[in-house]
């Protein structure tokens, strides 16, 4: 149900005392007060790619062009069923963990807005 | 087409723009300023910077505002609630006396080109009925969207704007006789 006051000569004489007020510099000193803008979203995402990618390729060329990766899953293939099965396990535990922990904290970052 | 404060609120929410955060100032300001001034009775310094205060609370806090309101109606509040703090520090939150806005008023101390005013009968209202007509009869909020913005009882509201345009007619139609 609609809780609007009836309209009568009374809030027609109150809404016509109510004259616009002109910005005359407001807004430019609101802005002015505002903390620095943070990068843009899509800057972060680009400077985040681009660290990553520099990282890979060092890490590429001081590996001497990734053969330790090889010579690594070599090693892996030579342990026991059981020791792989394990290890894997573990892996996924910690990453289950992980993406858990930043899952409370995002939620909680959104619930205190 | 202009854009609306919806999508105002979502680029200032991801991209922390601060024109489209302007944007929102500029559409505004004017009635924000308007209910802060009539608050402070006409004190244009005060309620500019109270507006000011407002609209920086707003972009801090532009994450909480969800949407289920107007926003418009959740600036009112911010700005309420900034009126409510200022005048707490100045311990002048509590309006005219009762007995006094009933008395018979005073030729000597009512000024003639004021009779007719109606602001200046506002003026004379104490707080609580101020604001409830002021967000309902003059802002076109509902009953309970005022309800949300005072943080009082939907019929607390009610009874105020009642009171506020009960004694408003009775003023402005006795300076009118006088």
């Not at chain 1, 005392?17 to 910005?23: L, M």
């Not at chain 1, 892996?91 to 858990?100: D, K, N």
């Not at chain 2, 309902?136 to 005022?146: I, K």
């Not at chain 2, 009171?163 to 006789?177: D, H, I, N, P, V």
Request: charge should be neutral; aromatic fraction near 6%; include cysteine.
């Amino acid at each position: 149900m609609d809780e609007r006051v009836q309209e009568d000569w009374l809030d027609a004489r109150l809404r016509d005392e109510a004259a616009y007020i002109d910005d005359a510099g407001f807004t430019a000193r609101v802005v002015q007060h505002l903390p620095p803008a943070r990068p843009r979203r899509s800057l972060r995402a680009l400077i985040l790619f681009c660290i990553t990618l520099l990282g890979s390729i060092i890490t590429y060329v001081v590996s001497g062009g990734g053969k330790f990766i090889g010579a690594e899953i070599d090693r892996l293939a030579a342990l026991p069923i059981l020791w792989i099965l394990a290890l894997a396990a573990g892996c996924g535990l910690v990453l289950t963990s992980i993406a858990t922990v930043a899952a409370f904290a995002k939620s909680r970052e959104e619930q205190l807005g | 087409m202009p854009l609306t404060d919806a999508d105002l609120v979502a680029r200032v929410l991801v991209d922390d723009d601060h024109h489209a955060f302007a944007e929102l100032v500029r559409n505004h300001q004017s009635p924000v300023r308007g209910l802060l001034r009539q608050l402070t009775r006409g004190d244009i310094a005060a309620a500019d910077d109270l507006a000011q205060e407002t609209f920086l609370r707003a972009y801090k806090n532009i994450r909480s505002f969800r949407g289920e309101a107007k926003f418009s109606t959740w600036l009112y509040r911010i700005a309420y609630n900034c009126f409510r703090e200022e005048a707490r520090k100045r311990k002048e939150l509590v309006g005219i006396d009762e007995t006094q806005l009933e008395a018979e008023p005073d030729p000597q101390t009512i000024d003639p080109a004021l009779r007719q005013d109606l602001m200046h009968a506002l003026q004379l209202l104490p707080l609580h009925e101020r604001s409830a007509v002021l967000l309902c009869c003059q802002n076109g909020l509902s009953h309970n969207e005022a309800s949300r913005v005072l943080d009082i009882p939907l019929g607390t509201v009610k009874t105020n704007v009642l009171r506020a345009r009960e004694k408003l007619k009775k003023m402005l139609a006795a300076w009118e006789t006088n």
